[in-house]
Structures are given as structure tokens and as C-alpha cells.
């Protein structure tokens, strides 16, 4: 999507000298997007993984939409909204609809080419033989397939006295309140060098990265919407996918393992504050030269305290035996256990 927006911004400058971004009210057209095709090919295979995948598709799209409107703009299109209409919203709509439509469709190979996969052949059965909307058998029956495990999942509620005792809510996500613990064993567990060890897998995201997270978040706000950094935006964007929508539906049982999309724009965005700190181009001389230094200084020590802060709990990431005070240790608020 970075890249794509960047060779967008290409083809403008290209047809501003050529004349051609006034020729008409809308702008000149952008040719194959070959960057924002593969975005849809990725996307698609996040349907295919997890259906929460839908939600970047949609926030993505948006954005995609976004970037036309500021490159049409900047490059002094006249009327870059309405270009952005008429030229760049269906070869979206195709890019970032029927791509990933059709890669989680493909998704489903072994499925389509099985004689006895589950309700591969329902049609005639417990779905009628014809249907309002014209489709083959197959993709019906895998439209029931799909609406069979939708409808398990949304029953799954509080409301309807479903439990777990891991289970926790989105607003406690971002800071890693309430992790998952995947296993533990404490009976009859060697090769710690005390009497009794503790096995246990834990999915806990880095404190030293992930209860930064509300100020990171509201800096990035900040960049993005009173100085217009477009970057912080991307980082938004993303974030928001992963986490918003789950408050749709904030009584089905959910789980901080939801929150692993959220990862990776976390970590851009922390990169990108950090990147503030080095590369500040407020100061120079002197007084610039020691600001970088102190600005690296800072960056290096936070870079070892999230080595060291993994390093420290990688014992319950991977189910390493370690003794019982040791797993006390690493447990580092009451709502951990």
C-alpha cells in the first residue's frame, strides 16, 4: 500500500510537467496499479486465514481512497475528489473487493475438489435446489458452511453463559492486561535445578512495547490529524482494523489473541516515534549534533530494555521449565494469573 501511494505520487508528478493533471477536472488516469493488486492478493489470503481479515480490507480501501484524494491534490488536479470518483474508486473497488474475493475463494481449493468434505454437497439437502441469486452448487454450499460457523461463533456470549476463564475485552488489548495461557504443568517437572518446575505457555505481549501503547496511539493521533503526517495515519489505520470492530460485539467471548494484528502497527508506530527522536531536523550545528547523540542514546537503551524485557519472559512464550519463584516473577500483574 506504502509503495503503491508512492508510485501513485510518481505518475502525478510525470503528468503535472506533461501538462496533463489540469486537462481535465478529474486528473489523468493512473494506469495498472500493480503494488495495490498485490495488497488485494495479501488481503485476500488474511480472509482466508481469519475472517476478521474483512476489516482491513474495508479500512485499507479507505485508505487507498485517501491516498488518491491528497496525491489529485497536491498535484493540482482541480477537482480531486471528484477525480478520485470517477477515476480511482472502481479499479479500487476491484483491487481491494474482487481480489480478495476471489484469492479466498481460491483459498478453498482442496475444499471445492473434495467429494467428502463437510457440506460440500448441501445443495439438495438442507439448502434448497435454486436460489434468488444465480450461483453454482458449490459456492452455495460454501456459503452454508460459512453461515454454520458464523452462527456457532456468534452464540458464543456472556449473555448466553458462555465463559472462559482467559477470555478478556478489547479496551484491555493495546496494554496486554489479560494475556492467554495456552498451558502450564507444575507436577513432576524436572530440568530447572529445583524441586519442583513450573512448564507453562503464555501469550503475553513485551511490557516495555505494549504498555506504551495508549501514549503511542495518542502521539500518532496527534501527528496525523494536527500535523498531517500521513505516516502516523498508515500507522492508525492499521491499528484501528485490528482492534475497533471487536467492539461491535463486545459480548462475544473474545481472547488478547485477537490482538496479534494490532503487533505490527504498534511496532511501526513505536519505530516511527523513535525515528522522531534521531532525525529531528529542528536543531542543527552543534546544538543538533548533541541532541542526536542524547536522541541515540535514548533509543539504543529503550532498543535493549525490549530486548532484555523478552528475554526475560521467553521462558513463558515457549514453555521453558523454569522453578516455581522464577514463574512468580514473570507473572507481573494480578490479572496475568
Known amino acids: 500500500m506504502i ?25 489523468p488516469r493512473l494506469g495498472v ?22 476489516y482491513f480490507v474495508v479500512f485499507f480501501g479507505a485508505m487507498s481512497l485517501a491516498f488518491d484524494v491528497a496525491a489529485r491534490r497536491q498535484y493540482q488536479v482541480i477537482r480531486p475528489w471528484l477525480g478520485t470518483w470517477r477515476r480511482d474508486l472502481i479499479p479500487t473497488a476491484y ?5 480478495p474475493v476471489a484469492v479466498y475463494l481460491a483459498s478453498y481449493a482442496p475444499w471445492f475438489a473434495s467429494e467428502t468434505a463437510i457440506d460440500r454437497h448441501e445443495v439438495g439437502q438442507s439448502i434448497g435446489p435454486h436460489s434468488i441469486v444465480p450461483l453454482p452448487d458449490a459456492i452455495r454450499s460454501l456459503w452454508h458452511y460459512s453461515a454454520k460457523a ?58 516495555a512495547m505494549w504498555w506504551l501503547a495508549v501514549p503511542v496511539l495518542i502521539y500518532a493521533a496527534w501527528r496525523a490529524f494536527v500535523r498531517r503526517d500521513w505516516r502516523y495515519a498508515v500507522v492508525l489505520v492499521g491499528y484501528c482494523a485490528g482492534w475497533l470492530p471487536w467492539f461491535a460485539d463486545i459480548d462475544r467471548q473474545m481472547y488478547f489473541f485477537y490482538a496479534a494484528t494490532m503487533a505490527p502497527f504498534l511496532v511501526m ?46 521462558p513463558v512464550l515457549t514453555a521453558l521449565p523454569i522453578s516455581q519463584q522464577t514463574w512468580n516473577m514473570e507473572i507481573w500483574l494480578p490479572s496475568w494469573r
Open 3 to 27: 509503495v503503491d501511494r508512492d508510485q501513485v505520487r510518481q505518475r502525478m508528478h510525470v503528468a503535472l510537467i506533461e501538462g496533463r493533471s489540469t486537462a481535465t477536472l478529474w486528473g
Open 33 to 54: 496499479r500493480w503494488y495495490r493488486f498485490l495488497s488485494g492478493v495479501l488481503l485476500g489470503l488474511a480472509c482466508g486465514t481469519k475472517w476478521s481479515g474483512l
Open 95 to 99: 483491487a481491494m473487493g474482487v481480489i
Open 150 to 207: 458464523l452462527q456457532f461463533h456468534a452464540g458464543l456470549t456472556n449473555s448466553a453463559g458462555n465463559y472462559h476463564p482467559w477470555e478478556s475485552k478489547p479496551w484491555s488489548w493495546p496494554m496486554s492486561l489479560r494475556p492467554v495461557l495456552y498451558a502450564i504443568d507444575q507436577q513432576n517437572v524436572g530440568g530447572c535445578g529445583a524441586q519442583s518446575c513450573v512448564k507453562a505457555q503464555m501469550l503475553v505481549g513485551t511490557p
Open 269 to 314: 508506530g513505536i519505530a516511527l516515534i523513535c525515528g522522531d527522536i534521531l532525525y529531528s531536523p529542528s536543531k542543527t550545528g552543534p546544538q543538533g549534533s548533541e541532541r542526536r547523540t542524547l536522541g541515540l542514546i535514548a533509543v539504543s537503551c529503550y532498543v535493549a530494555l525490549v530486548v532484555t524485557n523478552f528475554a526475560w519472559l521467553f
